[in-house]
């Protein structure tokens, strides 16, 4: 497998992206037009995007836009093929898009991972008036992958509730990839 950049002249792996959103992400992309035009936002220079290949095949993508003056960047999107998950794809990706934001001097790597489809313990509740605690008992009864950022390092810092509808959560999670700086005086 190699992790390169993805390049709008190499149109076979942008298709191959953009299926890759619709197979396994569509509630946020149900056609490829909309999933071609989320490939498409995350191909200037300004951003990263990257691909796990094997020869032609793209197994898998992984995009960041930087946030907050370059200080942290925003994980998004993840996608790895179906049969191919469990595998280490998803975790050589989220390395190698930390390794590229360490190079442009980013402190932070954050993601929302949204529950649409009621597979963790903050669906179809009421969140309020503390999503926080609610945050700090999630189960993942459903497979949810927010377990999957937590195993590659990554920490629960919030909750939206509601964000894609009644009792279909955002949970915000949260990763320090550069070395804690002593404090400026």
Same mark, same amino acid.
């Given at each position: 497998?190699?992790?390169?950049?993805?390049?709008?002249?190499?149109? &076979? !792996?942008?298709?191959? %992206?953009?299926?890759?959103?619709?197979?396994?992400?569509?509630?946020?992309? &149900?056609?490829?037009?909309? !999933?071609?035009? /989320?490939?498409?936002?995350?191909?200037?220079?300004?951003?990263? &995007?990257?691909?796990?290949?094997?020869? /032609?095949?793209?197994?898998?993508?992984? &995009?960041? =836009?930087? %946030?907050?003056?370059?200080?942290?960047?925003?994980?998004?999107?993840?996608?790895?093929?179906? /049969?191919?998950?469990? =595998?280490?794809?998803?975790?050589?990706?989220?390395?190698?898009? /930390?390794?590229?934001?360490?190079?442009?001097? $980013?402190?932070?790597?954050?993601?929302?991972?949204?529950?649409?489809?009621?597979?963790?313990?903050? !669906?179809?509740?009421?969140?309020?008036?503390?999503?926080?605690?609610? %945050? !700090?008992?999630?189960?993942?009864?459903?497979?949810?992958?927010?377990?999957?950022?937590?195993?590659? $390092?990554?920490?629960?810092?919030?909750?939206?509730?509601?964000?894609?509808?009644?009792?279909?959560?955002?949970?915000?999670?949260?990763?320090?990839?550069?070395?804690?700086?002593?404090?400026?005086?």
């Amino acid at each position: 497998m190699q992790t390169v950049d993805l390049h709008s002249d190499d149109q &076979s !792996a942008v298709e191959q %992206a953009a299926a890759l959103l619709v197979d396994l992400l569509p509630e946020g992309w &149900s056609t490829m037009e909309s !999933a071609l035009r /989320e490939v498409a936002e995350s191909l200037p220079d300004e951003r990263i &995007s990257r691909i796990a290949r094997e020869g /032609e095949e793209v197994v898998g993508w992984v &995009s960041g =836009q930087e %946030a907050y003056i370059g200080h942290t960047w925003e994980l998004h999107p993840l996608v790895v093929k179906r /049969e191919r998950h469990r =595998q280490g794809i998803g975790r050589a990706l989220v390395a190698d898009l /930390e390794e590229r934001v360490r190079e442009r001097g $980013g402190h932070t790597v954050y993601l929302g991972t949204d529950d649409e489809r009621g597979e963790t313990s903050l !669906a179809n509740i009421e969140l309020y008036p503390d999503p926080l605690e609610h %945050a !700090a008992r999630i189960t993942n009864p459903g497979g949810h992958p927010y377990e999957f950022y937590q195993h590659v $390092g990554y920490t629960i810092v919030g909750v939206l509730p509601d964000a894609n509808g009644f009792g279909r959560p955002d949970i915000f999670m949260a990763k320090r990839i550069a070395p804690l700086a002593a404090p400026q005086t």
